[in-house]
């Protein structure tokens, strides 16, 4: 790529809203500090990969994001407005449950072991959000729920209850379920844990496909491959700090900071 194709790069980048706005983020669970100061800025229609080893505050993170997490101090904003809390008089005031329930709303979250509702069909697990909130009708929610499906590749398992489904297939439903509310932002954490190593591509795949469709996707993962080849930006998490922040070429390829390189050493 010419100078002034990634000049113009650059500039198209730094011109994007941004979608999620972490800072000073600090969260401790008894004696351990999980979170430690984290400042993250996520532009809106990049795919954002976390990478880390375990313990390091990843999934935490993730969590509040959506405020299923309370932070003990700073805060987080996604399209600008805070999340599970309102300014008031200088400080930060909790805001009530439904408030926080219709954020949620906007916020997709794939989590590693799908959640889905064992007592539902795929094409009922989609539905069930957008039709309790009252966003579609059931026959819209419905509809909309079996186009969703065939997009992730499930058009033909509609009607199957996730004992009915491989890993793979339930973490697809999952996917769909997250894509019904139509949310600017979606969280993975971890999607491929949970998955035979067979399986693990299908779901990947998808989220592949996602991520040309401009949705703002942060995705907590170990898959170093996945983040080279799909990811705008790569975020090196370790206790409970972000040590490195770049696009794949500079933290996977040249990290600068020697913990980078020892986590990069022993997964690649």
């Known amino acids: 790529m010419s100078a002034a194709a ?8 730094a011109a994007r809203p ?3 706005t972490v800072r000073g983020a600090y969260k401790r669970f ?15 229609g990049e795919v954002t990969v976390i990478l ?28 600008g407005e805070p999340v ?17 329930l219709a954020q ?33 009708s059931r026959a819209q929610a419905r509809e909309a729920a ?24 339930q973490q697809r439903v999952a996917i769909a379920r997250a894509l019904a509310l139509e949310p600017g932002v979606i969280l993975f954490d971890e999607p491929t844990s949970a998955l035979d190593p067979e399986l693990v591509g299908e779901v990947l795949s998808v989220i592949k496909d996602l991520a040309t469709g401009g949705t ?27 040590l490195e922040q770049g696009p794949p070429a500079d933290v996977l390829s040249a990290p600068r900071h020697p913990r980078t390189r020892e986590f990069l050493s022993r997964v690649l």
């Open 6 to 13: 990634k000049a113009g790069g650059t500039r198209e980048r």
């Open 18 to 20: 941004v979608a999620v």
């Open 30 to 44: 008894g004696a351990q500090q999980v979170l430690a100061g984290v400042d993250l800025t996520v532009p809106a």
């Open 52 to 79: 880390g080893p375990s313990g390091s505050g990843k999934s935490t993170l993730l969590r509040t994001i959506n405020h299923l997490e309370k932070l003990d101090a700073g805060h987080v904003e996604v399209g």
């Open 84 to 100: 599970g809390v309102r300014r008031h008089r200088g400080r930060f005031k909790e805001l009530g449950e439904r408030a926080i």
């Open 104 to 136: 949620r709303g906007r916020i997709g979250f794939v989590f590693q072991n799908f959640n889905l509702f064992p007592h539902l069909t795929a094409l009922e697990n989609v539905a069930a959000a957008p039709a309790a909130t009252g966003r579609r």
């Open 146 to 169: 079996r186009e969703l499906l065939a997009r992730v590749g499930l058009g033909d398992r509609a009607e199957a209850y996730p004992r009915q489904l491989s890993g793979g297939q």
């Open 216 to 242: 703002t996707l942060i995705v907590v993962t170990h898959e170093v491959g996945f983040a080279r080849e799909v990811a705008d930006s790569v975020v090196f998490l370790d206790g409970g700090r972000v």
